[in-house]
């Protein structure tokens, strides 16, 4: 039988490996800072098949998957980026001949683009394992000294020997203590992150250009924009299996990452031709779309529930009411979210920004010095956030007011977008813009959070009335929610940190 999600347990590996000369001896592991024990070394079999696509996807996104056998973990064991670490999934083993579990596909399909995935390789380890207790008998810290054969598919076999020290439950103190150990005996930094990746390294693969160079060095206008809207890309990928799992935060990340994406492909649109980018615009606004019911759920849900924890006299069943009405449009939301994330259009989408990115359609000017382009293209963004915002200052608050405040901020956001993008080639600068671009948005979002929220509160109360329930309750935080807006002073605020006179000299 396939294995089901919910037999997926996730671990975060914080580890480190090391090289080391074959005959070299593991030192003493004994006095360090609480470390009361050292176990006596146990040794074990293993044997790992790796898989991927035929053109290496996962390894390119960092994504292992593997099917070991022999010592305590067999299973599957799927790892993932998780900031400086890696999150590992496992899974119990089925017949081999099963192939890769159902639930642990789904979640490498966006870093896999869809592709089939097959044995790329296989590891035989000896490993001897010594354990690090405390004196509870805790585990705090493993190290494994493995001895490894590993073959790639059709390939001629490598042979080394390396250090692994996995951080269980100490201080990350204890794993740099076990280092510095570890390297006085002769151990040095591994030329790899992973064992597969050792092995694979001769291997061509047929993947989008950042992930097999890295960042370029951004010296023209269009270096820039290839490489944000690689890293979002990266980003929306990595985000893609925890979006899945309905992990905390998870969809408003990926959410972000899409519209980052759309949004360079607008404010920079001088740098590219546009009859290429305008349909991934659009594709990436069906995207962002999707995600959104579900994020401003999220959103409401919490914001309504903090009005409600701040209320000490709560009349009817309110609360029940509002959990029970967003509790149902989220999973509504996710599963509509999960459904598009299976979709061939997604895949497509995937695949044309990969596309877009080994082969960007540049323009002429995507060629001029970064440092001369894109203060233009950033002086652009900010001139519309202050038209905007003049037509706001003209209007007493009222409907038409709160729409200009909504456009405002999107057009302050993607100001921000663009300035944060432009950052690492720009320097100081942006990097003040943006953090003030930061504010302005923060304060037009709370305004327009709030707008929404005593919209949905007239819909609660609708539904309480009909079911016969008092609506006093609603009435009150709607009518907080609007004196809140009206006498919001921090959107000016913000605003005039952003126009501060060291920034306008930049961008104006």
Do not use: C, N
């Not at 146990?42 to 099917?67: F, G, M, N, S």
């Not at 599957?76 to 579990?101: C, I, M, N, Q, Y």
């Not at 069943?317 to 967003?326: C, G, I, L, S, T």
């Amino acid at each position: 039988m396939p294995t089901r999600p919910d037999s997926i347990v996730s671990t975060l590996e914080i580890e480190l490996k090391l090289d080391i000369a074959p005959t070299t001896e593991v030192p003493s592991l004994t006095g360090l800072a609480g470390v009361a024990e050292v176990s006596a070394p146990v040794t074990h079999e293993l044997v790992a098949v790796y898989y991927d696509t035929p053109e290496l996807h996962l390894r390119a996104a960092r994504t292992t998957l593997r099917r070991r056998t022999g010592g305590p973990d067999a299973g599957w064991h799927l790892k993932t980026p998780s900031g400086e670490d890696r999150e590992e999934l496992t899974s119990p083993l089925g017949p081999a001949d099963e192939g890769v579990p159902v639930a642990l596909t789904s979640l490498v399909r966006a870093a896999a683009r869809g592709g089939t995935l097959v044995p790329v390789a296989e590891l035989r380890t000896r490993r001897t394992v010594h354990h690090l207790l405390a004196a509870d008998g805790t585990l705090l810290l493993e190290i494994a000294d493995d001895h490894v054969v590993g073959t790639p598919t059709g390939g001629i076999p490598l042979v080394w020997r390396e250090w692994e020290a996995e951080l269980k439950q100490g201080e990350r103190g204890l794993l740099q203590a076990v280092a510095e150990r570890l390297t006085a005996a002769g151990a040095a930094p591994a030329d790899t992150a992973s064992k597969v990746g050792r092995v694979l390294a001769g291997r061509p693969g047929q993947v989008a250009w950042w992930l097999r160079e890295g960042r370029p060095q951004m010296r023209t206008a269009g270096d820039v924009l290839r490489t944000h809207l690689s890293e979002q890309l990266a980003e929306l990928v990595r985000r893609d299996p925890r979006v899945r799992r309905d992990l905390p935060d998870s969809v408003h990340k990926m959410r972000v990452a899409t519209r980052r994406m759309r949004s360079a492909l607008v404010t920079l649109r001088p740098l590219v031709d546009r009859t290429r980018t305008d349909p991934l615009r659009a594709e990436l606004g069906w995207l962002a779309g999707v995600l959104g019911h579900a994020r401003d759920a999220e959103v409401q849900h919490a914001r309504i529930g903090g009005l409600l924890d701040d209320e000490p006299d709560l009349v009817g069943p309110v609360r029940a009411r509002v959990d029970e009405h967003f509790t149902r449009v989220y999973a509504a939301a996710h599963r509509d979210v999960v459904k598009a994330l299976d979709s061939p259009r997604y895949l497509a989408l995937l695949r044309e920004l990969d596309a877009l990115l080994a082969e960007p359609p540049l323009t002429h000017v995507a060629f001029d010095a970064a440092d001369k382009r894109l203060p233009k293209v950033v002086r652009r963004a900010w001139r519309r956030v202050d038209a905007r915002l003049a037509e706001v200052d003209a209007l007493a608050p009222s409907h038409e007011r709160d729409l200009l405040l909504h456009e405002a901020r999107k057009d302050a956001k993607r100001a921000r977008y663009v300035t944060e993008a432009v950052t690492p080639a720009l320097g100081a600068y942006a990097r003040v813009t943006a953090k003030a671009a930061e504010v302005l948005t923060e304060a037009l979002g709370e305004h327009q959070d709030g707008v929404i929220t005593r919209e949905l509160l007239r819909e609660l109360a609708d539904a309480a009335a009909q079911a016969g329930e008092p609506t006093w309750t609603y009435g009150r935080l709607s009518g907080l929610e609007q004196a809140r807006g009206e006498g919001l002073a921090t959107w000016p605020t913000a605003r005039e940190a952003t126009m501060t006179a060291k920034v306008r000299g930049w961008f104006s």
